[in-house]
């Protein structure tokens, strides 16, 4: 009984990601226009300075591009591939039995809600770029990566599975997103295993961390991608 419950919240998020984006977007902008909702935050400062007034300000990271290949053998860079999209990042590895099935599978619920719709005149998959990184590299080669996407659906030109140097991979989670994961070099014997879905707007500025394991916070980054695809419109 209590699985076919779950079953039943499962799918109806599914569908609300999946199929009610435009009346989100209507509702977000009719709040914006009374004051009502707050943008995604910023994260990750690089330093606070005071100005010349005497107030503070904040000056906060932009993430540095990452040069990886994806799960059909292209060598891609996060800033250079996708410039002026927005991304949506996890970190995974493909024989993980406990947190990742659950990451991908939710990750799909996302590339489901803003995939191309062709009944309508505008579209916000291309503004997004979903992107699944191994932490596993040496395991988890470009092929192994495609046949583990291809078990979920994944469209490889809006959905990436990155697989690469680990050490280049693993500064990126701790120095560049700043994911709490402990210490570590990157060597044989360190491992992240984090459940964290990061949001990064078109600067690449961290805009959001959420629990990729609830359905709840997953709609919530879909809430904030699509604040983040007004943000430019908004501002005076």
Aim: proline share 4%.
């Amino acid at each position: 009984m209590m699985s076919t419950k779950q079953s039943n919240k499962k799918f109806l998020i599914a569908l609300a990601v999946a199929f009610l984006l435009p009346l989100s977007l209507y509702l977000i902008v009719n709040h914006l226009s009374k004051g009502k909702v707050k943008m995604p935050h910023y994260y990750v400062i690089d330093s606070v300075k005071e100005n010349e007034k005497g107030k503070q300000d904040t000056l906060y990271h932009h993430t540095s591009n990452l040069t990886l290949t994806n799960q059909v053998g292209e060598i891609v860079g996060l800033n250079k591939n996708l410039a002026g999209k927005i991304i949506v990042l996890d970190f995974i590895f493909t024989d993980c039995t406990s947190s990742c099935p659950k990451l991908t599978k939710e990750m799909s619920f996302l590339q489901k809600g803003f995939r191309k719709d062709p009944k309508k005149e505008t579209s916000l998959d291309n503004v997004v770029q979903f992107v699944s990184i191994t932490v596993l590299p040496e395991r988890d080669s470009f092929p192994v990566l495609r046949k583990y996407a291809d078990r979920y659906g994944a469209n490889p030109d809006h959905w990436w599975f990155l697989t690469g140097d680990k050490k280049n991979i693993y500064n990126f989670v701790r120095n560049e997103l700043e994911i709490s994961t402990g210490p570590g070099d990157g060597g044989a014997d360190d491992l992240i295993h984090t459940e964290k879905f990061v949001l990064l707007d078109t600067a690449r500025h961290v805009r959001g961390y959420y629990d990729g394991t609830s359905s709840d916070e997953v709609k919530k980054c879909a809430d904030d991608i699509v604040l983040l695809t007004l943000e430019k419109k908004i501002k005076p």
